[in-house]
DNA sequence: TTCGTCATGTAATGGGTTACATGATTAC
DNA sequence: GTAATCATGTAACCCATTACATGACGAA
């Protein structure tokens, strides 16, 4: 078993999932949907997805079109399609659902809430739910370090410390409102137009809820 | 050159010129005073503090200290203490001063203002300005793709977006704050005369700032 | 024809972690 | 005497980046 873990293979399955990409196009999604928190380069993308393929989660698609393009923009040739396979969406479902240990860390919370979209409401909370305590548990040790060593520590130190502690309050804040939200239900604000897409994607969740906002202020 | 480079190398130069330690007690001040940000683990540690002492920023001192400890926690036995070199502290100078273009991420900033104690005022508004002008950099990207994208993206995707984005914004409402309030604290910027190497940092801002957050990255 | 973007990859390196191995000292 | 914590280290790996190498295609 490679482990290949990581953030980039839950985030290729979770684009693969919504519709077949090459890599170069994969990479931009990674780094516009998904990459307000993170950027990827090709060097650990395109490694990634051999191994992707290797485990059988995806396939390739060599798409060696060499017709005129009908469009100029549609018709790009595109050298290698990854699809994501049955097993693959099967795996993807899995990790979606696991709860390991470090499933609550910034970047890892951050993956999964980016496809929340495709997510059954159950896990969505356990999700939110998992994070805030995580959160909760950080508050917990930085207070007590805070107590245990506030005299001797100078002022911009203190500050940076407040500070820290301050954006992770936000969050927990910014979680109960969203978990709130969940709870209260269904608002079903969902764009998201099902068409096409020989998808068949029945696991799921009416839902697309939409979250709390807070002003800026 | 080993370009041993990065947050750690900084971060123990930094505390060492506090005052000597061996390694066991750097980790934990990494951890504490500076660990809100992030944590080091000794398999980084050890190595790291060899290469300082060969390119002769640190010396070991052997504290084989055999005596029977005159008080149970001060005396303790310690096997190994640094302590920082002049050549040490000039290149400490220097990290500080140096305004490489990735001195402004998440990490590297965080660290540097972990030592703005020791830091002369013109270096921490350079500091302070240029992490406020990489985080503008930063909302411009993410506002640009947020028009680009808005339609196609579901109600959790944008969800995070607009979180993150906050968070960045909050966090140079922040810097703001900050930096006007080093504009007018008149001073105590630690007269950079040190004519003596006596080194009695007495640093003292009454920093009064009431600021903000700042994101999970 | 040259430049920018699309498109795919590899090798070397980086900066760190985990798990392991070792042992002294203190608290119970 | 045994467990916790102090204290130092190493080897194997992990996940990613950088820099490089390659090449097709469209637009100026």
Same mark, same amino acid.
């Given at each position: 078993?490679? !482990?290949?873990?990581?953030? &980039?293979?839950?985030?290729?399955?979770? *684009? *693969?999932?919504?519709?077949?990409?090459?890599?170069? @196009?994969?990479? !931009? +999604?990674?780094?516009?949907?998904?990459?307000? =928190?993170?950027? /990827?380069?090709?060097?650990?993308?395109?490694?990634?997805?051999?191994? &992707?393929?290797?485990?059988?989660?995806?396939?390739?698609?060599?798409?060696?079109?060499?017709?005129?393009?009908?469009?100029? &923009?549609?018709?790009?040739?595109?050298?290698?399609?990854?699809?994501?396979?049955?097993?693959?969406?099967?795996? =993807?479902? @899995?990790? %979606?659902?696991?709860?390991?240990?470090?499933?609550?860390?910034?970047?890892?919370?951050?993956?999964? /809430?980016?496809? =929340?979209?495709?997510?059954? !409401?159950?896990?969505?909370? $356990?999700?939110?739910?998992?994070?805030?305590?995580?959160?909760?548990?950080?508050?917990?040790?930085? $207070?007590?370090?805070?107590?245990?060593?506030?005299?001797?520590?100078?002022?911009?130190? %203190?500050? *940076?410390?407040?500070?820290?502690?301050?954006?992770?309050? $936000?969050?927990? +804040?910014?979680?109960?409102? *969203?978990?709130?939200?969940? +709870?209260?239900?269904?608002?079903?604000? $969902?764009? @998201?137009?099902?068409?096409?897409?020989?998808?068949?994607?029945?696991?799921?969740?009416?839902?697309?809820?939409?979250?709390?906002?807070?002003?800026?202020?």
């Amino acid at each position: 078993m490679s !482990k290949r873990s990581g953030i &980039l293979e839950f985030a290729v399955l979770g *684009l *693969l999932r919504e519709s077949p990409m090459h890599g170069y @196009e994969l990479r !931009k +999604r990674l780094n516009t949907s998904l990459g307000v =928190f993170r950027a /990827f380069s090709y060097g650990s993308l395109y490694p990634c997805l051999k191994t &992707l393929v290797i485990q059988g989660w995806l396939i390739e698609e060599s798409v060696v079109d060499s017709d005129p393009p009908a469009t100029p &923009l549609a018709g790009r040739r595109a050298k290698i399609v990854y699809r994501l396979t049955a097993a693959g969406k099967e795996h =993807f479902e @899995e990790l %979606l659902a696991h709860s390991g240990p470090d499933a609550w860390e910034d970047e890892h919370f951050a993956a999964r /809430f980016a496809f =929340f979209g495709q997510t059954s !409401k159950d896990v969505r909370m $356990r999700v939110l739910e998992g994070r805030r305590s995580r959160l909760e548990e950080r508050l917990e040790k930085m $207070r007590a370090s805070l107590v245990r060593t506030r005299e001797r520590l100078d002022d911009y130190t %203190l500050e *940076l410390q407040r500070h820290g502690m301050e954006s992770v309050e $936000r969050e927990v +804040r910014w979680l109960n409102e *969203l978990i709130e939200t969940e +709870r209260a239900g269904r608002s079903t604000t $969902r764009p @998201e137009s099902e068409h096409a897409e020989q998808d068949t994607h029945d696991n799921n969740q009416e839902n697309g809820g939409r979250p709390e906002n807070r002003g800026t202020a």
